[in-house]
């Protein structure tokens, strides 16, 4: 594919990668990632983070404007992890070419089957029951000791979402849930929130490393499609309990996960 038009079936791709990923909260790197391994098994594993990183900062800010007209974010604490991750996500992007691509692929499987069997075992507690429970309650205040464990995490988290080009999202919002008592629809504005700052710092570095390469063409098209998308996909959330967000989440993570770790034993 070297013609522009032939980059186009990337829309629709684009368009629901922001759709489920601003619905659950989780950017959309983690579908798009293996996606764009999986269809450029010869690019390197640096071109398609970058590709990712880019794309999940699009859908991030795009998700987050929605999800603040409904005033679902919590401000404060999204931008204590964001800022606690940047320095990690700079030293994520560098150390992306370090690894060559079959480990590179075990270990993106692994850590999504993980995150999906936590998931799965640990069902989201809503805060209003009933027919309320589709609209999220109040945002819990947070104690020191949960803010500085939050911190801690999101530090690691910086790393990792650089690292792997997905935005880290699919733990941020299980964090937000089960260690910070947050409520579904609360967590997944918030995460949305915390990688739309965090992953433009991994962006920029990817870009001004030149580990972006050819990619950009990619970049430029999955980018509009996905802002699209995440408006769609923020919007949609609030017809969907939030018991259901957690389980696609799990599910989405599940499959990719259990592909991968397949494919790279083989």
């Known amino acids: 594919m070297n013609s522009f038009t032939g980059y186009l079936w990337l829309v629709p791709l684009g368009f629901g990668v922001g759709a489920f990923g601003s619905l659950i909260g989780a950017g959309g790197g983690f579908i798009l990632v293996p996606t764009l391994l999986l269809l450029y098994p010869k690019e390197p594993a640096e071109t398609i ?12 800010v795009s998700g987050s404007l929605a999800y603040a007209r409904a005033k679902r974010i ?16 700079v030293l994520g992007a560098f150390a992306t070419a ?3 691509r079959k480990r590179f692929d075990l270990l993106f499987g692994i850590l999504m089957s993980i995150c999906s069997v936590v998931l799965l075992i640990r069902p989201a507690r809503q805060k209003t029951p009933g027919a309320g429970d589709r609209v999220p309650s109040a945002i819990p205040r ?23 080009g997905v935005g880290a999202g699919f733990i941020y919002v ?40 050819h990619g950009l063409n990619l970049a430029l098209i999955l980018a509009p499609a996905v802002i699209l998308g995440a408006q769609f996909g923020a919007r949609l959330s609030r017809h969907i309990h939030g018991d259901w ?18 494919e790279a034993w083989q």
């Open 245 to 262: 967000i957690v389980r696609g989440l799990a599910l989405a993570l599940g499959l990719v996960g259990l592909r991968f770790v397949f």
């Open 98 to 100: 370090a690894i060559d």
């Open 142 to 164: 947070l104690s020191f000791a949960k803010l500085a464990l939050g911190t801690t995490l999101s530090t690691g988290l910086g790393f990792l979402s650089s690292f792997l």
């Open 174 to 213: 299980p964090a937000f849930i089960y260690i910070l008592d947050f409520p579904v629809h609360a967590a997944t504005a918030t995460s949305l929130f915390t990688l739309a700052v965090m992953s433009f710092s991994g962006a920029l570095t990817h870009l001004f490393a030149g580990l972006l390469h």
């Open 49 to 60: 983070t970058s590709v990712s990183l880019i794309v999940v900062f699009f859908n991030a």
């Open 74 to 89: 919590d401000y404060k604490t999204g931008l204590i992890f964001a800022v606690a991750a940047t320095p990690g996500s």
